[in-house]
């Protein structure tokens, strides 16, 4: 069986992405290390897991309790009890720091994606990460992305300064459904969009690697 690491950001991943990935695998009897930037134990986007906050009057003390889209547009159940059952594991709850990773002690890399939080922002933009991903694809290890974890892929690097995705074909959501998901988070989390980039910046990257 398979050793696979999946990094994270200290917080704001997408709790979906994440433990229903570790729980696929672990079903499969591979092993799942984790690592995060400061070797302590992550938290998905809270949002993403109780709807609270998803809904405009999110940021209202009192009225953030009162869920309408965000009941909708959360993780689902089975995504929820995944990601209890993995936040009480092991190799959750004790990661690696992302400096301590080396592909060539795995056997797979996976990275999880995330929406308009500010934790996402050190995840996609960190050159510790690109050069793993580097690695492994130089390697010719198994790469598994998803959501945004394809832009984190495309911002790698080869030896020869192109993109690791360059002449490949992935799997990622369209320029019109990242522009949807913008527009529903400025109308729906418009606060945290204040903080930090934006997700379409980031499809137009991805797009401009591929």
């Known amino acids: ?42 938290e998905a986007d809270p949002m993403m897991l109780t709807g609270r906050g998803l809904d405009p009057w999110g940021f209202m003390p009192g009225l953030n309790r009162i869920k309408v889209l965000g009941l909708i547009v959360r993780a689902n159940r089975d995504a929820r009890q995944a990601y209890q059952e993995m936040s009480a594991c092991k190799a959750f709850q004790k990661p690696l720091l992302w400096q301590e990773v080396s592909a060539a002690d795995f056997d797979g890399l996976l990275l999880p994606g995330g929406h308009w939080a500010r934790g996402m922002r050190e995840y996609l933009e960190s050159p510790m990460l690109q050069s793993l991903a580097a690695a492994f694809f130089a390697a010719d290890k198994p790469v598994a992305a998803i959501c ?6 495309a911002r790698s690097r080869n030896a020869a300064g192109k993109s690791v995705l360059y002449g490949r074909k992935t799997v990622a959501l369209t320029w019109a459904l990242e522009k949807a998901a913008q527009s529903f988070g400025r109308f729906a989390r418009f606060w945290e969009a204040l903080f930090t980039c934006s997700v379409a910046p980031h499809a137009k990257a991805a797009k401009r690697q591929r």
Do not use: N, Y
């Not at 917080?11 to 984790?34: I, M």
């Not at 945004?148 to 892929?153: D, I, M, N, P, R």
């Open 148 to 153: 945004h974890g394809v832009l984190l892929a």
């Open 1 to 42: 069986m398979a050793a696979v690491i999946i990094p994270i950001p200290r917080r704001d991943f997408d709790p979906s992405e994440a433990a229903v990935s570790w729980k696929v695998l672990t079903g499969l009897g591979h092993t799942v290390t984790f690592a995060a930037p400061d070797g302590e134990r992550a």
